[in-house]
């Protein structure tokens, strides 16, 4: 029978096998231990992943489950201000569509607009890539610093999973 898997720090089981960062993380590995990373706080932990409940796929890049959205936001960083339209949001970043003129490693000040009654959630980002889906941020500080942001981010993974996961049928 295989076991879930749940983060050690918020005790949810929405986590994903993780690439290996670090050289302990490599050494684990001779061990059958590999590192996950939790899809609701963030967190970083190892486990042993035999018997473990995970997804059988590849490990992607990414580490966190990306929520589609269409927040709009400014930006601005050094003598570059830009407008766009957030495609994607995860706590560990976002991908927007802008004309603005970005280059990778760029640092922005991100303002996105969640809601009309609230104050836009403050970021710090660096352009990691851009691409024709468009400008992929990560954001500087970890979600967890910023409240409203991981707030947000959570209640609509709640949501999106809920619209995406199948309804489960009863056996009979």
Not at 43 to 72: D, K, M, T
């Amino acid at each position: 029978m295989r076991r879930s898997l749940y983060c050690p720090q918020c005790r949810h089981d929405k986590v994903v096998r993780a690439r290996p960062l670090s050289t302990t993380e490599r050494v684990a590995a001779l061990f059958m231990m590999v590192p996950f990373s939790c899809q609701q706080c963030s967190c970083r932990f190892l486990a042993s992943r035999i018997g473990a409940n995970v997804p059988q796929h590849a490990v992607e890049r990414r580490e966190h489950l990306r929520i589609p959205v269409r927040l709009y936001l400014s930006f601005s960083g050094g003598k570059v201000r830009g407008e766009g339209i957030v495609m994607d949001l995860s706590v560990g970043g976002c991908i927007i569509k802008s004309d603005t003129q970005v280059h990778i490693d760029d640092i922005f000040y991100l303002e996105i607009t969640t809601d009309q009654d609230e104050p836009p959630l403050e970021v710090a980002a660096m352009v990691r890539s851009i691409t024709q889906r468009g400008i992929a941020f990560k954001f500087l500080r970890a979600a967890q610093e910023n409240k409203r942001l991981l707030a947000f981010v959570q209640a609509r993974t709640a949501d999106h999973l809920e619209r995406t996961t199948p309804p489960l049928r009863a056996a009979g």
